[in-house]
Nanobody
Framework: QVQLVESGGGLVQPGGSLRLSCAAS????????MGWYRQAPGKERELVAL???????IYADSVKGRFAISRDYAKNTADLRMNSLKPDDTAVYYC???????????????WGQGTQVTVSS
């Protein structure tokens, strides 16, 4: 199986920055995409940013130009750099990956436990 552990959440003032980190571990054979999703109270979980195995990135319109996703393919980690944070960015942020573990011929979707990001003065 694949485990994802997030870190880096916290409280930040509007306009501030945070960096979230996600580390995948387990008996991993291959990771295709890694991404970040978020869920605010009373709202559905939504894609924030995603990076493919080839390095292509996708961002939600609401974070374009402010957030940047990066990935270390050797370490199976993905970071989300968040700048110019707004109160609307307040949510629980979840790391996600599409991966295959050793001995498996198919890919599965895996989620981390989530990390809280609160943007408030």
């Amino acid at each position: 199986q694949v485990q994802l552990v997030e870190s880096g959440g916290g409280l930040v003032q509007p306009g501030g920055s945070l960096r979230l980190s996600c580390a995948a571990s387990g008996n991993i054979a291959s990771i295709n995409t890694m991404g970040w999703y978020r869920q605010a109270p009373g709202k559905e979980r939504e894609l924030v940013a995603l990076i493919t195995g080839g390095g292509a990135t996708i961002y939600a319109d609401s974070v374009k130009g402010r957030f940047a996703i990066s990935r270390d393919y050797a370490k199976n980690t993905a970071d989300l750099r968040m700048n110019s944070l707004k109160p609307d960015d307040t949510a629980v942020y979840y790391c996600n990956c599409r991966a295959a573990y050793s001995g498996s011929t198919s890919y599965g979707i895996y989620w981390g436990q989530g990390t809280q990001v609160t943007v408030s003065s």
